[in-house]
């Protein structure tokens, strides 16, 4: 029912009008990383296309509570778009029809009758801890790897003693916003983490900040992602299709290019 001027608004012969969506949801339920998975089918009533994704998966936990039944676990945090936390497979997109993350999409890219499957991201490196809900781990080892920059103390420096060009400073900005979804890696016929540390790799690599560290920063975060058993990169371009933040595939190119040049310059990856 809608509100109108004049009072609620009734369909034709006076019932209420229909507004919300019916949808079968078909969602992968694992009670754990070691026990087997399967597809069950649940159905939700009355869906605003206003809604999220994830309020409309929290309108099925709240009816499958009140049932008695376990929740389906998912991970989310902020909700806005900027955490990284949520993500699954969304009939088999990651984050669904849109280039955005799962909390961002609505429920009005769906139509009314439609049956959708939630799956978790698939991916060894990425193991399922339960439902929709894995272990992106790997993303932190690596990080840990390279992806900082040693940091002196003492008085802060002079705001504009740095100078940066304009072109890195936005070249590296871009590339800093990659939130750690890992759709990327989900994304990849490879399973590949490659745009995912790309894009770390460039947002230090393009600051002056970043220079110290920046041959043994690509080697060994290079070296931890082969270790955590994400694929090779092939060039394949879905990771970028899919990327919520629309990092794009020439941080690839210089993630190469700065390989070569460090390996070329004698360093290799700590064992
Ligand atoms: S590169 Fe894009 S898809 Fe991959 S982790 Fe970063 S934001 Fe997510
Ligand atoms: S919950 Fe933070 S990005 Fe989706």
Same mark, same amino acid.
């Given at each position: 029912?809608?509100?109108?001027?004049?009072?609620?608004?009734?369909?034709?012969?006076? =019932?209420?009008?229909?507004?919300?969506?019916?949808l079968t949801l078909r969602i992968w339920?694992?009670?754990?990383?070691?026990?087997?998975?399967?597809m069950v089918t649940y159905k939700v009533?009355?869906i605003?296309?206003?809604? &999220?994704f994830? /309020?409309m998966l929290?309108v099925l936990?709240?009816q499958?509570?009140?049932?008695?039944?376990?929740?389906v676990?998912?991970?989310?945090?902020?909700?806005?778009?900027?955490?990284?936390?949520?993500?699954?497979?969304i009939?088999?997109?990651?984050?669904?029809?849109?280039?955005?993350?799962?909390?961002?999409?609505?429920?009005?890219?769906f139509?009314?009758?439609d049956t959708i499957d939630v799956?978790?991201?698939?991916?060894?490196?990425?193991?399922?801890?339960?439902?929709?809900?894995?272990?992106?781990? =790997?993303?932190?080892?690596?990080?840990?790897?390279?992806?900082?920059?040693?940091?002196?103390?003492?008085?802060?420096?002079?705001?504009?003693?740095?100078?940066?060009?304009?072109?890195?400073?936005?070249?590296?900005?871009?590339?800093?916003?990659?939130?750690?979804?890992?759709?990327?890696? =989900?994304?990849?016929?490879?399973?590949?983490?490659?745009?995912?540390?790309?894009?770390?790799?460039?947002?230090?690599?393009?600051?002056?900040?970043?220079?110290?560290?920046?041959?043994?920063?690509?080697?060994?975060?290079?070296?931890?992602?082969?270790?955590?058993?994400?694929?090779?990169?092939?060039?394949?371009? /879905?990771? &970028? =299709?899919?990327?919520?933040?629309?990092?794009?595939?020439?941080?690839?190119?210089?993630?190469?290019?700065?390989?070569?040049?460090?390996?070329?310059?004698?360093?290799?990856?700590?064992?």
């Open positions: 029912m809608t509100l109108t001027q004049d009072g609620p608004r009734s369909g034709a012969a006076g =019932a209420p009008e229909k507004r919300g969506m019916n339920r694992q009670q754990g990383p070691t026990v087997k998975g399967k009533t009355d605003s296309p206003d809604m &999220s994830l /309020e929290d936990n709240e499958l509570i009140l049932q008695g039944d376990d929740p676990a998912f991970d989310h945090d902020c909700r806005e778009g900027i955490c990284g936390m949520c993500g699954v497979m009939n088999g997109m990651a984050h669904g029809p849109q280039q955005t993350t799962t909390c961002q999409l609505h429920m009005r890219s139509k009314d009758g799956e978790p991201w698939r991916a060894s490196a990425f193991p399922v801890v339960k439902d929709l809900a894995v272990d992106r781990r =790997a993303f932190d080892r690596i990080i840990q790897a390279g992806g900082y920059i040693s940091v002196p103390t003492g008085t802060a420096p002079e705001a504009h003693a740095t100078p940066v060009p304009k072109k890195d400073a936005d070249n590296a900005f871009d590339a800093a916003t990659c939130i750690g979804c890992g759709a990327c890696v =989900a994304a990849c016929p490879n399973a590949s983490s490659m745009l995912f540390t790309a894009a770390k790799v460039t947002h230090l690599g393009l600051l002056p900040q970043g220079q110290p560290e920046r041959d043994d920063r690509v080697v060994n975060m290079v070296a931890q992602q082969d270790r955590e058993g994400f694929g090779g990169c092939t060039n394949i371009g /879905e990771c &970028s =299709a899919a990327c919520p933040k629309g990092i794009s595939m020439e941080t690839i190119s210089r993630l190469n290019h700065d390989l070569l040049g460090a390996l070329r310059a004698g360093a290799r990856p700590k064992s």
